[in-house]
């Protein structure tokens, strides 16, 4: 956590995890919500090994699986360890999430203003053209009266 400081990118974790665990292969996959596979970083799909030389942890948050590391078995043969290990995996792993949330967040927020700007300027056109046609009328009335007389 501490060669985290304050980065929460998925490839900071996996770089960390790497020295850390002295496994320079170590690989990082999320589970991505609404979606039954496994990606990296960068989206792509991983498929978890099975029976190939590398070990999987899968770490879990709120009895979810949310992410799942891939390594050299004796990397994370300490049991202590890997709770260690999955722990800050976790708090890293939720606070990319959250971050993912605040970003689209944001870009509702953005949206939303977008439209009440845009519904804003086309009320002041409405108005506008409502005051321009009221005052056009009122001249041309004013036009007539002043041709009677």
Do not use: C, K
């Not at 690989?27 to 190939?52: I, K, Q, T």
């Not at 260690?84 to 927020?109: F, H, K, P, T, Y």
């Amino acid at each position: 956590m501490v060669d985290l400081g304050d980065r929460f990118e998925p490839d900071a974790l996996r770089a960390a995890l790497a020295r850390s665990l002295g496994d320079p292969d170590v690989e990082v996959a999320y589970r991505v919500a609404g979606v039954g596979d496994w990606v990296d970083e960068g989206g792509r799909a991983v498929r978890l090994p099975n029976g190939d030389g590398r070990a999987v942890t899968l770490i879990h948050d709120e009895g979810e699986a949310v992410a799942a590391l891939v390594h050299d078995p004796a990397a994370l043969a300490d049991r202590e360890l890997v709770d260690s290990v999955a722990a800050a995996a976790r708090l890293a792993v939720v606070n990319v999430r959250l971050q993912a949330e605040i970003g689209a967040r944001i870009g509702d927020v953005a949206a939303s203003r977008r439209r009440l700007v845009e519904a804003r300027d086309d009320e002041s056109r409405r108005l506008g053209d409502r005051l321009h046609a009221g005052a056009e009328q009122r001249l041309a009335g004013v036009r007539d009266r002043m041709s009677r007389l």
